[in-house]
């Protein structure tokens, strides 16, 4: 079968990249691409033509098998396509079955990459994520330039600089790729969700978890946060409102999809911002959690705050939204086609199928049914009846103990008797060394380095003790076994500790 890629401009990204059309065509796919599709994301047709994609004009793509967009079709493009065709892109069917109806009555089957449920096997074609991570990282590239300061704390021969406050509302992806840039740029951060458990993620992060209120809003069957109660809400905004007075710079990630945006901000927290501060709305294309946003545009209030409204912040970034979305488009296909052999094998008895797909064969299958991605806690079991106490041992026999002791004593005379004295000796430096190995290198936390490093290293130890007291012998080859050893298991504990360290690393701020 063929897959094409058209041309999508104005918008920047693509649904393929020279690296994606590798992958398709290894699945069996024929790969047709636009000329000049992947222009605005630095990608170049000559790029594709290597790849092995075939390079072409806009009527042979749209006559491929399988149509692959990043956004809707336009009624001009509905017109080229015919039935039995397939359809892939964000087709937003929560805000409106208009286009679906639309595509159905060209007789096309019709997945919408916006309802990639999220359960785990279906995180790798999750655009939904993919996208929002990006707008999460270009938000606050967005905020610093319009901050127009620092975000890192400095000290200067010209006076100390304070770091930049960064309140962050909603922690999902977006708000958690926030977190991490801000981070990252040095902005003392703060963030807040309906969901308490998301705590460990951010503070993880660097940043500080400001728990609204004691109720848990929980998940919701689909994966996304829960409509708040007006008691959530209340407290919400008395939070909100505090911040709001503090901080320097507010992303806003809260939105619902198929519904408006939560207004969070009002206009009477903007205006208690200091003069220079942003916001960053991310849900603008909802119509913004903040009163004042307007899709699609920046401007500065009358109180010196700039409200970005930007709602193609991923586009933003076009050569990795594209690479991003491209990798998620050859995950569904993979999914379609298990026999990689460039046929499309579509079950609707398949949970992902049957949520991407929202028109079959010009059956319009919108919307599938519920799906629960995170189960309600098991009910409570009933308190287990004890169980009768064991009977209490009887407590070991002194005179074993002593038969023991006796019998290792009267062993090690008759070992004295029968070996030679170096070799009792180096017995006896082996008890010593284990003793150390065991006492020293053993007694290390263990959560700083791996168990089987502590293992390799305590062995490591006791081989370097033992090999110590071997380099005086009289014999040569025992000198030189010595050596080796000791430098060996040297080598083996340097390197443990040279890994660990890097392990510890990568948990550290920079």
């Known amino acids: 079968?063929?897959?094409?890629?058209?041309?999508?401009?104005?918008?920047?990204?693509?649904?393929?990249?020279?690296?994606?059309?590798?992958?398709?065509?290894?699945?069996?796919?024929?790969?047709?691409?636009?000329?000049?599709?992947?222009?605005?994301?630095?990608?170049?047709?000559?790029?594709?033509?290597?790849?092995?994609?075939?390079?072409?004009?806009?009527?042979e793509v749209w006559a491929a098998d399988i149509i692959a967009m990043v956004g809707e079709p336009d009624e001009a493009e509905r017109s080229r396509l015919r039935p039995g065709q397939m359809v892939v892109g964000f087709l937003h069917p929560r805000t409106g079955t208009d286009l679906i109806e639309a595509l159905a009555a060209r007789g096309v089957t019709a997945l919408s990459m916006d309802m990639v449920p999220r359960i785990s096997r279906a995180q790798s074609l999750d655009a939904l994520s993919s996208m929002a991570n990006i707008a999460g990282y270009r938000a606050v590239i967005e905020a610093g330039h319009a901050f127009g300061r620092f975000f890192t704390g400095q000290v200067t021969a010209a006076g100390k600089v304070p770091p930049a406050k960064l309140f962050v509302i909603g922690t999902g992806v977006a708000g958690l790729a926030a977190i991490?840039?801000?981070?990252?740029?040095?902005?003392?951060?703060?963030a807040t969700d309906v969901r308490p458990e998301t705590a460990e993620q951010v503070e993880s992060m660097g940043a500080s978890f400001v728990k609204v209120a004691d109720v848990d809003q929980g998940p919701s069957s689909d994966g996304y946060a829960r409509d708040t109660g007006a008691d959530y809400a209340a407290k919400a905004a008395e939070l909100y409102a505090r911040?709001?007075?503090?901080?320097?710079?507010?992303?806003?990630?809260?939105?619902?999809?198929?519904?408006?945006?939560?207004?969070?901000?009002?206009?009477?927290?903007?205006?208690?911002?200091?003069?220079?501060?942003?916001?960053?709305?991310?849900?603008?294309?909802?119509?913004?959690?903040?009163?004042?946003?307007?899709?699609?545009e920046t401007y500065t209030t009358d109180g010196g705050v700039t409200i970005v409204g930007y709602t193609d912040l991923a586009s933003r970034l076009p050569g990795q939204a594209s690479q991003l979305y491209g990798t998620n488009i050859v995950n569904l296909m993979k999914l379609l086609t298990p026999g990689k052999d460039g046929e499309v094998a579509l079950d609707l008895e398949d949970v992902v199928h049957r949520?991407?797909?929202?028109?079959h064969d010009g059956e319009v299958t919108f919307p599938p049914p519920p799906i629960e991605v995170s189960k309600a806690p098991a009910a409570a079991s009933p308190a287990p009846v004890p169980a009768p106490a064991p009977e209490t041992a009887a407590p070991p026999d002194q005179w074993s103990r002593f038969r023991q002791v006796a019998m290792l004593v009267a062993a090690w005379l008759v070992l004295s008797l029968v070996l030679p004295g170096g070799f009792l000796t180096s017995i006896l430096v082996f008890g010593l060394a284990c003793v150390v190995g065991y006492y020293i290198i053993w007694g290390v936390e263990p959560a700083l380095y791996t168990p089987l490093m502590s293992v390799s290293n305590?062995?490591?130890?006791?081989?370097?003790?033992?090999?110590?007291?071997?380099?005086?012998?009289?014999?040569?080859?025992?000198?030189?076994?010595?050596?080796?050893?000791?430098?060996?298991?040297?080598?083996?504990?340097?390197?443990?500790?040279?890994?660990?360290?890097?392990?510890?690393?990568?948990?550290?701020?920079?």
């Open 1 to 59: 079968m063929r897959i094409g890629f058209p041309d999508e401009a104005p918008e920047t990204r693509v649904a393929a990249t020279p690296a994606t059309v590798a992958a398709l065509t290894k699945l069996g796919y024929d790969v047709l691409v636009e000329a000049g599709a992947g222009a605005r994301s630095a990608m170049p047709d000559a790029a594709y033509a290597e790849a092995g994609a075939t390079v072409t004009g806009t009527d």
């Open 243 to 296: 911040q709001a007075a503090e901080v320097d710079i507010i992303v806003t990630t809260a939105a619902i999809p198929g519904r408006p945006s939560p207004k969070l901000i009002t206009a009477d927290m903007v205006a208690s911002m200091k003069p220079g501060s942003v916001i960053v709305d991310l849900a603008a294309s909802g119509g913004g959690n903040c009163e004042l946003t307007r899709p699609g």
């Open 355 to 359: 949520q991407m797909t929202v028109v």
């Open 180 to 190: 991490g840039t801000a981070v990252g740029l040095g902005a003392q951060v703060t």
């Open 458 to 510: 305590a062995v490591s130890g006791i081989t370097i003790v033992g090999a110590i007291t071997q380099l005086t012998s009289p014999v040569l080859a025992v000198q030189i076994i010595a050596f080796v050893a000791i430098l060996l298991a040297g080598t083996n504990c340097v390197g443990g500790f040279a890994v660990t360290n890097r392990m510890l690393a990568m948990f550290k701020r920079s």
